[in-house]
């Protein structure tokens, strides 16, 4: 696999670019929180899995779930206007499935 010129650039850094704490969607240790406004942001590690949960009180809200370097689910939205995509990776074949596509309970 090559690697963007910006992933160059970022991998022969001494240490990580500066960001703000709202920027932060993934981590290697540990749990982060932030609130800016009325938003709540956490990204925690669960086994092998990061979570980032966005979320704000009028339900507005976002998801991302890394496993490895690959996305695993991102869902987005508010309420029942929410927009939710699962990838599940196996080997080489990549399987994308949007919530219209799942069985009805």
């Not at 010129?5 to 709202?22: F, G, R, T």
């Not at 899995?49 to 991102?74: D, N, Q, T």
């Amino acid at each position: 696999m090559t690697m963007t010129p910006a992933a160059k650039k970022i991998s022969v850094l001494d240490k990580p670019p500066e960001s703000e704490s709202n920027d932060i969607y993934d981590i290697t240790s540990g749990s982060f929180e932030h609130q800016e406004g009325e938003w709540k942001t956490t990204s925690k590690l669960k086994g092998d899995l990061c979570i980032y949960e966005a979320s704000h009180p009028s339900g507005h809200f976002k998801k991302i779930v890394w496993k490895g370097v690959g996305l695993v689910e991102y869902a987005s939205g508010n309420g029942a206007h929410a927009d939710w995509i699962s990838a599940e990776t196996h080997y080489a074949e990549t399987r994308v499935v949007n919530q219209d596509d799942l069985p009805k309970s």
